[in-house]
């Protein structure tokens, strides 16, 4: 079992910035991948990000391609989502989730533990 705790969450102006943490306990050596997904009020969830545990590579959306940006601490099991020049769209609940095996990134099935969501809200 792999437990994922999200934080970091508030607000902030438009074109402003914030980071989000992402913390994971328990089996973390089974973790291949750490997501992220967003989710508005009467939308769809979201792909946000991805970054491959074992190299570093990261994948992200088209939506924030270009500002938001992933980073990990594996020896301390945690990963960092940098949101910069925020727009009033990028509100949302932000899920960080745990991939155990080799998936396709930006698919919700493909990650196995979820956080519980921290609320990101961006203002004029």
């Known amino acids: 079992q792999v437990q994922v705790v999200e934080s970091g969450g508030g607000s902030v102006q438009a074109g402003g910035s914030l980071r989000l943490s992402c913390a994971s306990s328990g089996r973390t050596f089974n973790i291949y991948t750490m997501g992220w997904f967003r989710q508005a009020p009467g939308k769809e969830r979201e792909f946000v990000g991805a970054?491959?545990?074992?190299?570093?590579?990261?994948y992200f959306g088209d939506s924030v391609e270009g500002r938001f940006t992933i980073s990990g601490d594996n020896a301390k099991d945690m990963v960092y989502l940098q949101m910069n020049s925020l727009k009033l769209e990028d509100t949302a609940v932000y899920y960080c989730?745990?991939?155990?095996?080799?998936?396709?990134?930006?698919?919700?099935?493909?990650?196995?533990?979820w956080g519980q969501g921290t609320q990101v809200t961006v203002s004029t």
């Open positions: 970054i491959v545990r074992s190299g570093g590579s990261t």
């Open positions: 989730a745990a991939a155990t095996k080799y998936g396709i990134w930006r698919l919700g099935a493909s990650y196995d533990y």
